[in-house]
């Protein structure tokens, strides 16, 4: 009679359950109030006109919440910034005219823009003179192995003494499906370029001159109404492509590229280039605004990175897609784990002269796919947030037919200053957000705003928080 009764309750509890969530409204979808170009007098058309800021009004001692109602706006900048930026230029950076599909040979705007090595002072004149000479033959230049790999250290692997915070710009490799190394890029826009020169902040030595006579502030210029973009830092992972093995070029936004290897990182202890075509898999996107003096930290990535459901990935109508950096025949291949180093590597990761350039590091997993070796495995940590999907879906219709609808937004994340009263603390919007292909192996504890808050440089006896930016760490 108990069994009777408690089963009875049970069931009861069940129906009340399910009916309960059959009662519970769908997500709302679209329409989203979406603009597809920043001048809102041309909101049905893709544009190149870089937005300046976003206008939302959050009321007085508003800390950040994750909401439907305020993450499209962020999402919608992102979408429109990716889209301007990625619009063909010419040489000085200028969109062409035309769609965004057109001008084919032609560098996007955001390629134009200074790498760090052309404006800090490394020393370093070859790597300059590369740089130079490859833009000259229309060719991209690489020389960063790891999203933090410094010009004189590259693909340099971080201590173990590296705490979380640190681990956000770690010095691990990525591998992909053919076992080549992904390739990594850093890019400052024309307005943070000019304050870096016009302040002399070049060297250390300068940024502390500035610091001290700026009132021991250090403060990047942010955008101003009606057309100052304000700072900017753009970081860009990439991928060796090879229709051989099943690349599709046609799914990318692709470059011709000039890799230089220096001997620390070649397995013969020789210094050596590599001429390859590039895919594009991931960018993150910096700004600085006047209503966000905590960045807009903004990352998309191409669709083919990484499987969203691991389990979907394995049906039969799935296992011909080519993830970059997942392989369905590795069940138990164990994901977003950074590649060992050998006990002959000296701290350096090493690239054999021929492909597959990072064989050395492929992992063997005992009774999967007959003995076959695999590179990185990434999943993603954290979905991507309904809305932002939402949004996603919107600008990727209108991409359609152009490679750039094979890539999405991840998140946008952001920030409000606290009010002054000491009531509401700065929450990042999301708490968390990270890129399989830039924070790879550290997405648990991914944010932007968490990790870019203790960017600082020291010098001599001061130490000076170079507002989010790490980018300062690399002047000499």
Not at 31 to 42: E, G, H, R, V
Not at 203 to 227: C, H, M, R, V, W
Not at 398 to 405: I, M
């Amino acid at each position: 009679m108990k069994t009777t009764l408690l089963t009875a309750v049970a069931l009861a509890a069940a129906i009340f359950a399910c009916t309960r969530l059959a009662e519970m409204p769908a997500p709302p979808g679209p329409p989203i109030n979406n603009c597809f170009c920043a001048d809102t007098t041309k909101c049905g058309t893709l544009c190149s006109q870089l937005p300046i800021d976003v206008t939302e009004k959050f009321g007085f001692g508003y800390s950040g919440t994750l909401t439907p109602t305020f993450q499209p706006p962020f999402d919608i900048f992102s979408w429109q910034t990716f889209i301007a930026l990625n619009w063909p230029a010419d040489s000085l950076g200028n969109p062409l005219s035309g769609p965004i599909s057109g001008n084919t040979g032609a560098p996007r705007v955001w390629e134009t823009y200074a790498d760090p090595a052309q404006l800090f002072d490394s020393g370093n004149a070859p790597l300059l003179l590369s740089i130079s000479d490859a833009a000259a033959k229309g060719k991209k230049f690489f020389y960063r192995f790891s999203k933090s790999g410094h010009p004189l250290r590259q693909g340099v692997a971080p201590s173990s003494n590296f705490d979380d915070e640190d681990e956000e710009a770690d010095g691990h490799a990525l591998i992909d499906r053919n076992l080549n190394f992904a390739l990594f890029e850093i890019r400052i826009n024309p307005d943070e370029a000019k304050f870096i020169r016009e302040n002399k902040l070049t060297t250390k030595a300068g940024i502390d001159a500035y610091y001290q006579s700026n009132g021991k502030k250090f403060e990047l210029p942010s955008s101003k109404f009606p057309a100052t973009a304000g700072s900017m830092e753009i970081k860009a992972s990439w991928r060796i492509l090879n229709p051989g093995l099943g690349d599709d070029t046609t799914r990318f936004y692709t470059r011709n590229a000039v890799i230089s290897v220096p001997a620390q990182n070649s397995t013969t202890g020789k210094a050596f280039t590599v001429q390859a075509k590039v895919g594009l898999v991931g960018m993150h996107i910096i700004r600085k605004t006047n209503n966000f003096s905590f960045m807009i930290w903004s990352t998309f990535e191409h669709m083919d990175n990484t499987p969203d459901d691991v389990q979907a990935a394995q049906t039969a109508q799935d296992t011909q897609k080519r993830w970059s950096f997942y392989n369905v025949e590795c069940l138990t291949c164990p994901v977003n784990t950074a590649p060992a180093l050998l006990p002959s590597d000296s701290n350096h990761y090493k690239w054999n002269p021929t492909e597959p350039y990072a064989a050395r590091y492929a992992a063997a997993v005992p009774g999967e796919a007959g003995g076959q070796k695999f590179g990185s495995q990434i999943t993603r940590t954290y979905p991507i947030y309904y809305r932002t999907q939402q949004v996603n879906q919107l600008w990727q219709a209108q991409l359609q037919g152009t490679v750039w609808a094979n890539y999405r937004l991840v998140g946008s994340q952001w920030t409000v200053a606290n009010d002054g009263s000491g009531d509401k603390a700065t929450i990042n919007v999301p708490s968390r957000l990270g890129n399989t292909t830039l924070e790879s192996f550290i997405q648990v504890d991914a944010s932007c705003i968490s990790c870019h808050s203790f960017a600082e440089v020291i010098y001599n006896k001061d130490t000076i928080s170079t507002d989010f930016s790490f980018l300062f760490g690399e002047a000499q």
